[in-house]
């Protein structure tokens, strides 16, 4: 079997002003650096408990080719001795089109009704849009890795659209229901030799464990 472990990137500049991001292309926050480099002593065989059971044996970092991606995956590779980034487009964020750059309350107001009724600007990928891409980055990832632990830092949109088809395969009930995932947070994903299924959710941080970061 071959574990890859979906992270989801450190706090973004636009994460902590809460604009939608997609294929904008922002980098890590002060506090973003921050969550990282403790994630990253989470990795390493004495950094400690986290939630949702061990990750050690981690042999493998690839991570998308956006910024905010990149510079996470960087910082926990280097700092838990983990050798170079793979990086890989396929990983990139979904876009949301017409909403990138907005605040939640801004698209209330220039979309009124969309929010509350699920529904989605034109030029928004779908999940259908996105899983090709995604599980062809997968495919090559635990081809490379035959029977190893891989750390893949990608995005939340592309953990939720793995989740969501997942559940599914499985015959999960309201596969689509979406539960939070925080930065730092991960799902791990398992080839058994014939598919991809869906592990436990683990935490490299508590949601809130840091709350600031002082200037570097």
Known sequence: KTHILLVRHGQSTWNSEGRWQ????????????AQSALAALRLCAMGGAIQGGSIQGIEAVYASTMQRANQTANILASQAGLGPVKLDERLRERSVGEWSGLTY??????WPGYLKNRRLPPSYETDDMVLPRVFAALD???KENPGGKVLLVCHAGIIYAVEAYLKAKEGKRNPRRRYRIGNLGCRWVIWDGGTFTLGKRVNLLAEGEIKDAAPF
Request: aromatic share 0%.
């Open 22 to 33: 997609g294929q904008a292309d922002t980098r890590l926050s002060r506090l973003g650096c």
């Open 105 to 110: 309350n801004e698209v209330q107001q220039l």
């Open 140 to 142: 090559a990832v635990r």
